[in-house]
T-cell receptor, first 114, second 112 residues
Framework: DGGITQSPKYLFRKEGQNVTLSCEQN?????MYWYRQDPGQGLRLIYY???????QKGDIAEGYSVSREKKESFPLTVTSAQKNPTAFYLC?????????????FGSGTRLTVV | QKEVEQDPGPLSVPEGAIVSLNCTYS??????FMWYRQYSRKGPELLMY????GNKEDGRFTAQVDKSSKYISLFIRDSQPSDSATYLC????????????FGTGTLLAVQP
């Protein structure tokens, strides 16, 4: 079955540590997105990529970094510069121009700072 | 002012009730409108998609778009406890920004 796989499902980070969230899709989608979800704030866009080796900052990119070396993969690194990283992180993908018809989302990674 | 406004709820209704969920928006360029359903600790799943103004029906769900009022709605008939979830509206302008704009979501609880 085609879909988006996010791993791990739960992640714990110590203060000052960088962590990487994985997002892999086998839908042959061109565009991929990372969102952060906090209670009462909806989905906030972190980074997005429309093509391999290219990506753009979203609304809240500070403290995060991404790479897009392969079409099917779009990992997100939460760096120590992100002061409040505890949140639910969602990865999504769509065809080029397919955002008009909606994204396919992964099942999310819940990151907690300990 | 946010581009998309959505009442966060929570909205609690008895089983079998008709549920009305709504979003308002400010950008007249929005042409494509979607509703997502998100169960707790899961990713959102696309429920309904509508282009421009009008109605779309799928089983117990009806999506309405009124572009003149910049107002979209999702109606759920004969609501079931399994409909309990957060409902997110989303919309796009068809090309200028290459991304969806989401509402904050409305938490719905259907009581058995």
């Amino acid at each position: 079955d085609g879909g988006i796989t996010q791993s791990p499902k739960y992640l714990f980070r110590k203060e000052g540590q960088n962590v990487t969230l994985s997002c892999e899709q086998n839908l042959n989608h061109d565009a991929m997105y990372w969102y952060r979800q906090d209670p009462g704030q909806g989905l906030r866009l972190i980074y997005y990529s429309q093509i391999v080796n290219d990506f753009q900052k979203g609304d809240i990119a500070e403290g995060y970094s991404v790479s897009r070396e392969k079409k099917e993969s779009f990992p997100l690194t939460v760096t120590s510069a992100q002061k409040n990283p505890t949140a639910f992180y969602l990865c999504a993908s769509t065809d080029a121009g397919g955002y008009n018809y909606g994204y396919t989302f992964g099942s999310g990674t819940r990151l907690t700072v300990v | 002012q946010k581009e998309v406004e959505q009442d966060p709820g929570p909205l609690s209704v008895p089983e079998g009730a008709i549920v009305s969920l709504n979003c308002t928006y400010s950008n007249s360029a929005f042409q494509y409108f979607m509703w997502y359903r998100q169960y707790s600790r899961k990713g959102p799943e696309l429920l309904m998609y509508t282009y421009s103004s009008g109605n779309k029906e799928d089983g117990r769900f009806t999506a309405q778009v009124d572009k003149s009022s910049k107002y979209i709605s999702l109606f759920i008939r004969d609501s079931q406890p399994s409909d309990s979830a957060t409902y997110l509206c989303a919309m796009s302008d068809g090309g200028a920004t290459n991304k969806l704009i989401f509402g904050t979501g409305t938490l719905l609880a259907v009581q058995p």
